[in-house]
């Protein structure tokens, strides 16, 4: 897979690196909205809840979002693909089962074998879930495919870490055991999430290399949420005025770690992890006016210091949730195109070169 950060020569950080880390590769000047994205952005924050301001309560929050969401994603494109199914899957030993959305691609456009893609959605482990990420699940069943399996973990503050990082692993065995039934490659197992989802599928990434299995082919990381601290440059730069801002992040992790919470712990926060050695190839994707910018680069190269295969794909003009909009954002269209071939390249007889996508900046 090729790297898509090619713009210069690769940095490594020392092994003994730990955050708060800047990462070698910012401009000086802050990265800016593009013109394109200008008017989503103004849409998404007006009827986005004013989290850790006015809204306070996760289930008042869940009751806001859902009531915009016509005005979003109820207008989002859809993509048609083979088959949709609804169903459970065995949850972490004494906890529920958890339910998940099984997407197959048409079979005749896409015959097999496949990859098999374990999908996390974003939120702040505190909302959304299958129905609020269904037009990003089909896009990449359609788009690579894939199988793909979306998730729908246990939420905070009513279940805090780890319940979502347990429910995310279990849900990748059962992916993993069933492979064969969902048409899939057996060697080209992925996990991907957008959001506080990237950073479940880093920390089940971490959990399984450590568990001994199941064997990974790649992670997509999409804007990733990776490291508790906050205290990067760009929560400055980006703290409003992009979607997503510093405030909103402050109150996802107060309710997903609750008083006391460790947010050191690695898979909290894997930025954080001592060791990334041994872990699968990673394709991340990233945005200049977003928080999470400087989390998502100072990983990738973290990732590559370890001698972990990366493909970095940095859009500075794009906002925390890009991905979303491809018929309207070119950006976006090139972004989910890349992740689309990253995704398609782990089946064995589809090994193809990398996809192309942003540049670093």
Sequence with gaps: MRSEAASGPERRTPAQARPPYKPTHLPSAPDRLAPLARPLVSALSAGFPDLGGAVTDATEARRILAASAGATRGRAERPAVGSVADRTVPGPPGAPEIPVRVYLPDPRRHPGPRPTVVFFHGGGYTLCGLDSHDATARRLTARSGAAVVSVAYRLAPEHRFPAAVDDAYA????????SAVLGGDPGALVTAGDSSGGGLATAVALRARDAGGPALALQVLLYPLLDAAQNTASYRENAHGYFLTAAHLRW??????????????????PLRAADLTGLPPAHLVTAGCDPLRDEGLAYAERLRAAGVEVALAHYPGMFHGFLGFPERLPDAGRALAGVAEAIGSTVTHRKNSGGSGGRTG
């Excluded at 609750?258 to 712990?265: N, R």
């Design 171 to 178: 849900a990748l065995c059962w992916a993993a055991g069933r």
């Design 252 to 269: 996802f992790w107060r309710q997903y770690l609750g008083p006391g919470g460790d947010g050191t712990h690695p898979l909290a926060s």
